[in-house]
């Protein structure tokens, strides 16, 4: 597609229950990144997938988040038994191999508030 | 551990006059700089950027400064146009880890006319 795309741009669910996020990256685009950003936050890296090697999750926060992707497509960030401190802009981004001088290509979003 | 703080997070400036934000990192392995523009429901959009081998870039009416010795970079946007209101975000990224860009907590900008 034409720009990173996620759905759904807002989601409210309540405390306890599993979410899953999807990201359609741009296509071609061989780097697949989420952050989130929390009220009153900078943006916190999660996970970072290249290619077909091992993605780097290192910024996940808990062993409740996970994120998949096939191949060099879309990806899904799966929040388990959701906790109110969850609740958060969820970016993705993607970018052809490594950032070049103009980083990434952020999506729109979306916004987790659970209740 | 915020390594990359923005200590203001909003500025008012009235449209024509300069705005200047800023932006201080703690890691000195920080060689590359962007910043970020974000308009709400929208993602962060690429603004310009800094490598470390310099110390000023410019970009139309956008120059960012950056002092290594001080850890500090700043955004100046002359002259300031309504259409700049938004939350600028800096980001940096060490080298040996590039593409996990680390990023401040964002300043809002309101231009007033």
């Known amino acids: 597609g034409a720009g990173v795309s996620q759905s759904p741009s807002n989601k409210v669910t309540e405390k306890g229950k599993d979410v899953e996020l999807r990201c359609d990256p741009i296509s071609g685009h061989t780097a697949l990144y989420w952050y989130r950003q929390r009220l009153g936050q900078g943006l916190e890296f999660l996970i970072y997938f290249q290619g077909n090697s091992a993605p780097d999750k290192s910024g996940l926060p808990s062993d409740r988040f996970s994120a998949e992707r096939t191949g060099e497509s879309v990806s899904t960030l799966t929040i388990q038994r959701t906790q109110q401190e969850d609740s958060a802009v969820y970016l993705c981004?993607?970018?052809?191999?490594?950032?070049?001088?103009?980083?990434?290509?952020f999506g729109s979003g979306t916004r987790l508030t659970v209740v | 551990d915020q390594q990359v703080k923005q200590n203001s997070p909003s500025l008012s400036v009235q449209e024509g006059r300069i705005s200047i934000l800023n932006c201080d990192y703690t890691?000195?392995?920080?060689?590359?700089f962007l910043w970020y523009k974000k308009y709400p429901a929208e993602g962060p959009t690429f603004l310009i950027s800094?490598?470390?081998?310099?110390d000023k870039n410019e970009d139309g009416r956008f120059t960012v400064f950056l002092n290594k010795s001080a850890k500090h970079l700043s955004l100046h946007i002359v002259p300031s146009q309504p259409g700049d209101s938004a939350v600028y975000f800096c980001?940096?990224?060490?080298?040996?880890?590039?593409?996990?860009?680390?990023f401040g907590a964002g300043t809002q900008v309101v231009v007033t006319p």
């Open positions: 800094i490598s470390s081998i310099k």
């Open positions: 981004a993607s970018s052809l191999g490594l950032p070049g001088p103009y980083g990434y290509t």
């Open positions: 890691n000195s392995m920080f060689d590359y």
């Open positions: 980001a940096a990224s060490p080298t040996d880890s590039w593409g996990k860009f680390q």
